[in-house]
């Protein structure tokens, strides 16, 4: 697996010195550990993106209803995301950042917000699912993740980046 970045804690982040490492995921089981950090952020903690109920909410929008049973947060995108997890030097997913690149699925955000015209011509991603574990908000952790998707999506070649991202104080 090829590491994206290390962080050194103790040049950015007041916590004592301990390394962590950003790398692309593609391995089912480290697949399943980003989706259940996900879930425990989004899910757990803020409330956010339970298993669709209603015709109203458009189906790409849902999250899988049998992933979430099992506490894990995935959707269809994720089979053409680039996946990004950030590892604590115990071993354990404290991050997750996600590059979705522009195709037949369109992108995430289209199913919230309309792009009228915006992508055309453009060779898009959108950068999601950033979550950071508790423990480590309020480091530069997040920036980390965000410059890893940047970068993963700058090497498919995009030329346009949307971010879709939600900061809270918690």
Request: some cysteine; overall charge negative; charged content about 25%.
């Amino acid at each position: 697996m090829p590491i994206v970045g290390v962080v050194r804690r103790g040049y950015t982040w007041d916590r004592g010195q301990s390394d962590m490492r950003i790398v692309r995921i593609r391995d089912e089981s480290q697949l399943r550990e980003l989706y259940a950090l996900r879930y425990r952020i989004y899910v757990d903690e803020l409330g956010w993106l339970d298993p669709c109920s209603s015709a109203s909410q458009p189906a790409a929008h849902c999250a899988d209803s049998e992933a979430l049973a099992a506490g894990l947060l995935t959707d269809r995108f994720d089979s053409i995301a680039l996946n990004y997890a950030a590892y604590s030097d115990d071993g354990h997913v404290v991050g997750s950042m996600r590059v979705v690149p522009d195709g037949s699925l369109g992108l995430p955000l289209e199913e919230c917000w309309p792009l009228d015209g915006f992508r055309s011509g453009k060779r898009a991603a959108e950068l999601c699912r950033l979550a950071v574990a508790r423990e480590h908000r309020g480091t530069r952790l997040s920036l980390l993740l965000m410059k890893a998707g940047w970068q993963g999506a700058r090497r498919l070649g995009v030329s346009h980046v949307l971010v879709d991202a939600y900061m809270d104080d918690a």
